[in-house]
């Protein structure tokens, strides 16, 4: 490649971990891997194959995914449910033995792995981070290549600290203009999968720029990119700044003084030159974007909740009206009705995509107008996180507003630690997938940001938060 062909982060990124190529793939150098309690099967193949971690301190275990949000007195021995205790308890002992950095259910930095790291500093820019988790684009947000991959493609990592990938094309994401009254990252991100669909970046590296993603906290950042795996995107990514450092500095895992400043002159390199050309571009007009929520089982499927359900008959593509109509009948919608109208049962705050500080402040912020109707839960992604929001009096504010306020973990994101919607109930969440059955057999999905969640757990139906802050 000619030294002054201009590039772009991501160029950067895959150039510098990149090893070799062949056959149209590469092999690359992984920093930071991480693991949850499904990692099980990728140590169980490392044993039966007889092959050790070549690089333990680069590999980080998280138990989140299977742990109880309730009742850990007893720690694993505790969980009720066999399987589950099992899950966790085995992925324990998989990663002691291995000699991987543990944050283990009785750590006092207990977790959701894509919240535990970047509270660590594990998370620094300009690494390649792989997580066995879709949501490992979360750690885009500090200026790294980050993504998801699975089992087997994990214990590879484990035994090599290599990946064999095929490079993804690039995108550039600019989005401009100042954020209304009671508008979030999360509703950014909604409002851009609703424009551009769920495959709108299959195949491509995502990056955000522009004045709005500059505007945004760390913690805003990492909604945005948390969320681009649900826009098909392998990656997304944002370029570091002044925040970013701020964010990383003085964390336990973080670059210490002299080091701190040579790693400081390396991230300072990771912006796109300009003039770089991008295999896609895409924008959008951030003022123009309301509080939003999904109406569908698709995270696309998701309007300004001053919205109604669309008709799949005004929909010409035969494709998209079926799914309408299929995602209508899943979810019990009628064409028409305002969004504002859909009742609800349940209410979730939490998810690697909105249990951070910045979110249970955003959801206090609006339980202290009134009380829950409907059973709403709070479950902050980390320990960390959980402490912070005591010391803030948060706890307390939700506790009264009639919220429950519970311990850390994935919880009623995924349903697998036995936090589950009934079958027919309907949930508002802050989580990052509306599927059929994602929190629950039969569960009905309404995602929103932790405002809007907050909102909707004091009135009982999907509101505009404005209306209620007003
Ligand atoms: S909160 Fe949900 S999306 Fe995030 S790591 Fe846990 S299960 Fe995965």
Redesign the pocket.
């Known amino acids: 490649m000619p030294g002054n062909t201009p590039q772009s982060i991501f160029e950067k990124l895959w150039n510098s971990h990149h090893i070799l190529t062949d056959e149209g793939e590469s092999l690359m150098y992984v920093d930071v891997a991480l693991a949850q309690e499904n990692t099980l099967h990728a140590f169980t193949a490392l044993e039966k194959a007889n092959r050790k971690v070549l690089h333990p301190q680069q590999i980080f275990a998280f138990t989140?995914?299977y742990v109880p949000t309730t009742g850990r007195a007893r720690g694993p021995a505790g969980i009720p449910d066999t399987g589950i205790r099992n899950m966790v308890i085995d992925m324990q002992d998989m990663a002691r033995k291995y000699g991987v950095t543990l944050f283990g259910m009785d750590h006092e930095h207990q977790g959701?792995?894509?919240i535990v790291p970047p509270e660590q500093g594990i998370i620094q820019p300009g690494l390649f981070v792989i997580g066995n988790?879709s949501?490992t684009s979360t750690h885009g947000a500090f200026g790294c290549l980050a993504y998801g991959v699975g089992a087997s493609e994990f214990a590879h990592v484990m035994a090599t600290q290599a990946l064999w990938q095929r490079k993804p094309k690039s995108m550039r994401i600019t989005i401009d203009g100042r954020l209304g009254f009671g508008v979030s990252a999360k509703d950014v991100i909604l409002a851009l999968i609703a424009k551009i669909g769920v495959d709108g970046a299959t195949g491509y590296a995502m990056e955000y720029a522009g004045s709005t993603i500059s505007a945004l906290s760390m913690e805003g950042r990492m909604t945005i990119c948390n969320m681009s795996i649900e826009a098909g995107g392998r990656v997304g990514l944002i370029a570091p700044d002044d925040k970013t450092y701020a964010y990383v500095e003085g964390r336990p895992y973080a670059p210490k003084c002299r080091a701190w400043q040579q790693a400081l002159d390396g991230w300072r390199a990771l912006v796109t030159d300009a003039g770089t050309q991008f295999d896609k571009e895409v924008s959008l007009d951030a003022s123009a974007i309301a509080p939003t929520a999904t109406w569908g089982v698709s995270p696309e499927q998701a309007l300004p909740v001053t919205g109604v359900v669309p008709d799949p008959a005004s929909i010409k593509d035969d494709k998209k009206r079926s799914e309408y109509e299929t995602a209508l009948e899943y979810m019990a919608l009628r064409p028409g009705m305002g969004l504002q109208d859909i009742k609800l049962d349940r209410v979730f705050i939490g998810?690697?995509t909105n249990g951070r500080i910045e979110d249970l402040r955003a959801a206090a912020e609006v339980a202290q107008h009134g009380k829950a109707v409907v059973p709403t839960w709070v479950v902050p992604g980390s320990m960390s996180v959980m402490r912070q929001a005591e010391a803030e009096g948060l706890d307390k504010v939700f506790i009264k507003a009639g919220f429950e306020w519970r311990d850390p973990g994935?919880s009623m994101?995924?349903a697998i630690n036995g936090d589950y919607l009934q079958p027919g109930e309907r949930c508002a969440s802050t989580?990052?997938r509306n599927f059929r059955n994602r929190q629950g057999p039969g569960g009905r999905t309404h995602l929103v940001s932790p405002a809007m969640a907050a909102a909707a757990a004091i009135k009982g139906h999907l509101t505009d938060v404005r209306e209620m802050l007003r």
Request: glycine share 0%; hydrophobic share 15%.
């Open positions: 989140d995914h959701i792995m894509h988790d949501h998810s690697c994935c994101c995924t989580s990052n």
